[in-house]
């Protein structure tokens, strides 16, 4: 029923005006925003080819998928090199958004591969973003999830993480549990353009509703 996303859906079947959507199972707003702010860091509207990581990270409560599914599936359309860090194959995303990033791919140029090794994932990278799911194979059995989840606390996003990087960026959608998803230290650096993504939220949004007014 998630996946179908029946409230919004029906909104659009029935509005006279455009609907748009603010976080259901994606949140496309969200990634417009982290989008703009890499190519504010990186000074080019071309970010094919920079190496991007979508970590999960440890949270004491098990989120839902939407940043993720939207980070996903514009860091490939968008010709980045993605890989999709998780602690185990239980944690990857719905197979439609799998299938998206590949068909991305396909056509920007860019590749996708998702990994479980921390080190692997992180050399090298230019941009490290982060956020919590849940294992989609527990829907509505936390409790039996919990385990593994508590298992893989190490997936905080810390300085010795970051210093393997290309001199990366880090970034998060916000709220960010400090000291949990990632360290004070990664979030003070200069490296952290969370607030800068934070930002563009109002940016993003107008042009968006500028776009659509004009149709």
Known sequence: MDREDRVLQAFAKYSTVPVINLETITHPCQELAHALALQEHFKTTDLRGKKFVLTWTYHPKPLNTAVANSALTIATRMGMDVTLLCPTPEYALD???????????????????????????????????????????????WEQEKPIRDAHRHFIVDEAKMALTN????????????????????????????????ENRLHVQKAVMAMLANQ
């Open 167 to 198: 001199n990366g960026v880090f970034s998060h959608c916000l709220p960010l549990r400090r000291n949990v998803k990632a360290t004070d230290g990664v979030m003070d650096s200069p490296a952290c353009i969370a607030i800068e993504e934070a």
């Open 95 to 141: 197979e439609r958004y799998l299938g998206w990033a590949r068909d991305n791919v396909a056509e920007s140029g860019g590749s996708f591969r998702m990994s479980h090794d921390i080190t692997e994932a992180y050399t090298g990278a230019d941009v490290v973003y982060a956020k919590s799911w849940g294992a989609i194979p527990y829907f509505g059995r």
